[in-house]
């Protein structure tokens, strides 16, 4: 199994910056994929980008592309979330994710699909 902790998250202003990162300790990182999920107060948890194994293929929720990058080191065993432009409604718990299974079209937005998290980093962006 692998152990997930992010690390980054803070208090900013909107239209600011911010990197997420994700340490991955345990068995080997590149045989995971990686994700970011993000979750508001009274709201589900709502998917946000993943990346595969060896980063060739990268999804985002419509909400954050163009705004937001996932990145990967896997000589780190780190995943990292990049983002820019940040609005208030990207307030939230930042979780990271892994599984070792890359999801299809239909499951890999969704939380189910992933089978080790982290604790989550609170990220607040005020007005």
């Known amino acids: 199994q692998v152990q997930l902790v992010e690390s980054g998250g803070g208090l900013v202003q909107a239209g600011d910056s911010l990197r997420l990162s994700c340490a991955a300790s345990?068995?080997?990182?590149?045989?995971?994929?990686m994700a970011w999920f993000r979750q508001a107060p009274g709201k589900e948890r709502e998917f946000v980008a993943d990346?595969?194994?060896?980063?060739?293929?990268?999804y985002y929720s419509d909400s954050v592309k163009g705004r937001f990058t996932i990145s990967r080191d896997n000589a780190k065993n780190t995943v990292y979330l990049q983002m820019n432009s940040l609005k208030p409604e990207d307030t939230a718990v930042y979780y990271c994710a892994a599984d070792p299974k890359w999801g299809s079209p239909n499951t890999y937005y969704k939380s189910s699909t992933y089978e080790y998290w982290g604790q989550g980093t609170q990220v607040t962006v005020s007005s």
């Open positions: 990346i595969n194994w060896g980063g060739g293929s990268i």
């Open positions: 345990g068995r080997t990182f590149s045989s995971y994929v």
